[in-house]
């Protein structure tokens, strides 16, 4: 069950740098975290699967395993929002990364206040129509043959559930609630990743490339449209030929 974002969120924090993992948890803890720190892969896997965190902060360059690979073992059995951390800020890492299915990431050496604000953003993206369970049918979106409930985070295409991100469930949902127009770029940054969009930021496109990869493996033969206007956005339709 998922904590309110009243209560104190429960991070894991994943980094072999024993320095900066104490100077994290010095600075997040008495701004309302509580963290618990993995040092190693290995270490990282036992905690995930015997604990419930809100969040993971995830190294990808760890002593056992390629952090990367943790991600996408996580990614098997959890939707909990994941920050990624990439050394040197390698373009190439940030992609892989949010392909695995990180939610968001930051490049080394970073602010700690960027971080704990990238935290507030995620957790508070991930947390929206969670707990409004009562009213599930005002969450409910549905355009052709797909559907997105964003109270129970549940999204179904030609009746096969798929499995997505709390960030790729925030792009679906400004697709669908704008589904025939354009959604401008910024537009999407703002609402999906907390933050405004910046001209060499490619975390939208990785995300709508892995939702549209996810929606093709759901269904081939699917109608549904994710259409990349260039300059611009991009628009969700219903290719009514293929009907």
């Keep these: 069950m ?7 969120p429960k991070i894991l924090l994943i980094e072999d740098d024993f320095e900066l993992s104490q100077m994290l948890c010095e600075y997040l803890e008495p701004n ?5 720190l993995a040092h190693t892969g290995y270490q990282a896997s036992r905690l995930l699967s015997t604990q419930c ?14 952090g990367l690979e943790l ?65 599930p049918a005002s969450q409910a979106l549905c355009i052709g043959p797909l559907s997105l409930n964003t109270a129970l985070g549940r999204t179904t295409l030609d009746g096969q559930d798929i499995t997505l991100t709390g960030t790729e469930q925030r792009v679906l949902e400004i697709l669908m609630r704008s589904a025939g127009d354009i959604v401008y770029r910024n537009a999407m ?31 081939a033969a699917s109608r549904v449209i994710i259409r990349n206007l260039r300059g611009q956005g991009y628009l969700l339709a219903i290719d009514e030929d293929a009907a």
Aim: charged residues 25%.
């Design 71 to 135: 991600l996408k073992r996580y990614r098997e059995h959890s939707s909990k929002p994941v920050i990624m951390f990439t050394a040197h800020g390698s373009e190439a890492d940030r992609i892989r990364g949010l392909e695995c299915g990180a939610d968001d990431y930051l490049a080394k050496p970073f602010n700690p206040v960027e971080l704990k604000a990238r935290i507030n953003a995620v957790l508070r993206r991930f947390h929206v129509g969670r707990e409004g369970l009562s009213e």
């Design 189 to 219: 940054c703002e609402f999906a990743l907390g933050r405004v969009s910046t001209p060499h930021d490619r975390s939208i496109d990785t995300h709508i490339s892995s939702l549209r990869r996810k929606l093709a493996q759901a269904c």
């Design 32 to 36: 309302g975290y509580h963290l618990e």
């Design 2 to 8: 998922s904590a309110s974002l009243t209560a104190i």
């Design 53 to 66: 965190f809100d969040m993971a902060l995830l190294d990808l360059m760890l002593p056992d395993i390629n």
